[in-house]
């Protein structure tokens, strides 16, 4: 049996998928778990082992053209005829002919699905752009996920939403996000002093979901002894970075986008990080976010708003502070500060956690087993 997880790249920047993909195709290596990936794309040709781009041609009437007929890219990309199975993450069927690699492919089809895609594309405002391309989804998703042979979501929630869609029994399957935990390094964590709490936020965008307003609202309305300093990392800073923002007993320092060493730097200055706040404005209850699992990595305590599948029950290493906008206190960060400061090797336990539940190793094995059943 041939396995390829397919995954469709319609902007020519790859810096932030291929990372991703990369990590799940070295798991893979390295675990000999026999699945190839393919990364399709606009700028770039050629094969790494295991993973595989496949470039393809932009319209001539343009980018907003080449996305109403993605099926129809993925059904010309050569190679992909030989595999039994394809793992495809979910491209939304906005789409002109959103059947056309179902119909064509002797492959059995799964769908990815990372999102409650209708109520994401509602999230940012009922606009009437938004209104139709929710209506377009909504229509023709329903179509795709009756042919579909299986369906895999990294969340119950989402695995049961997408089966509703369907409207048919069909094969699914859990199988939360992952992170390749060799390749992060284990930077830990400062203890708290008692007297200043050193906080790190980390958002690539304003996308509603991370909550940021919800943040700040809340370190803002704190007027006790302790100092806060917040590190904003990734580009929903808001300020240029290198700015340094004083209100109160808060102290915002905004770092813009941090690789390597630096990003390395600001981990090792943290005590807390914060992951999603606000997964509500989705439709989601559970969610498997990227940071948390990066956080994990790394061995930094952290606070979060939403219920994640690798996270069941009460750790010492997490508090979950609700899906809401609902401020909480700092009263409540400071204690649980103090309480992970107190936990002797909780930075090396949450390190190994992260491997035995949330390396990409565990997780691609999950979706072998999954394609075997439907194949």
């Not at 996305?67 to 992909?80: E, I």
């Not at 940012?124 to 209104?131: D, E, M, P, Q, S």
């Not at 909504?138 to 929630?157: F, K, Q, S, Y």
């Not at 399957?173 to 709490?197: K, M, Q, W, Y």
Request: proline fraction near 4%; aromatic fraction near 8%; charged fraction near 25%.
């Amino acid at each position: 049996m041939r396995v390829a997880f397919v995954n469709l790249q319609l902007s020519d920047e790859l810096s932030g998928v291929t990372r991703a993909i990369s990590g799940q195709a070295r798991a893979c290596r390295e675990a000999g778990v026999p699945i190839d990936f393919w990364v399709v794309n606009p700028s770039k040709e050629g094969r790494e082992d295991n993973l595989h781009f496949a470039r393809f041609e932009q319209s001539r009437l343009g980018e907003r053209a080449t996305r109403l007929f993605k099926a129809r890219l993925l059904q010309r990309v050569a190679g992909l005829e030989s595999y039994d199975v394809l793992l495809l993450r979910y491209p939304l069927a906005i789409d002109l002919d959103p059947l056309a690699l179902i119909r064509s492919s002797r492959a059995k089809v799964i769908t990815v699905h990372h999102t409650r895609e209708v109520d994401e594309l509602l999230s940012g405002g009922r606009t009437a752009g938004a209104l139709v391309r929710a209506g377009v989804e909504r229509v023709n998703g329903a179509r795709v996920l009756r042919r579909v042979a299986g369906i895999a979501a990294v969340t119950d929630e989402i695995r049961r939403y997408e089966l509703a869609r369907a409207g048919v029994a069909k094969p699914s399957r859990t199988v939360a996000n992952g992170i390749d935990v060799e390749r992060v390094p284990h930077t830990s964590f400062v203890p708290f002093d008692g007297s200043e709490l050193r906080l790190l936020f980390i958002a690539s965008s304003h996308a509603p979901w991370h909550g940021t307003d919800r943040l700040l609202a809340s370190l803002r309305a704190y007027r006790g002894p302790v100092k806060l300093l917040l590190h904003l990392v990734g580009g929903a800073s808001g300020s240029a970075p290198g700015t340094t923002e004083k209100d109160g007993a808060l102290t915002i320092q905004h770092h813009g986008t941090l690789h390597g060493a630096r990003l390395d730097a600001v981990f090792r200055d943290t005590t807390l990080a914060f992951s999603s706040l606000a997964m509500f404005r989705t439709g989601l209850r559970e969610a498997c976010v990227l940071k948390t699992r990066e956080y994990m990595a790394r061995g930094v305590p952290f606070v979060y708003g939403y219920d994640d599948v690798d996270l069941p029950g009460q750790h010492p290493f997490c508090r979950n502070v609700g899906n809401s906008d609902a401020p909480f206190t700092v009263d409540s960060l400071i204690d649980f500060a103090m309480e992970a400061s107190s936990h002797p090797g909780l930075s090396e336990a949450m390190r190994e956690f992260a491997r035995a539940r949330m390396d990409w190793k565990v997780k691609m094995q999950a979706f072998l087993e999954f394609a075997s059943e439907v194949a």
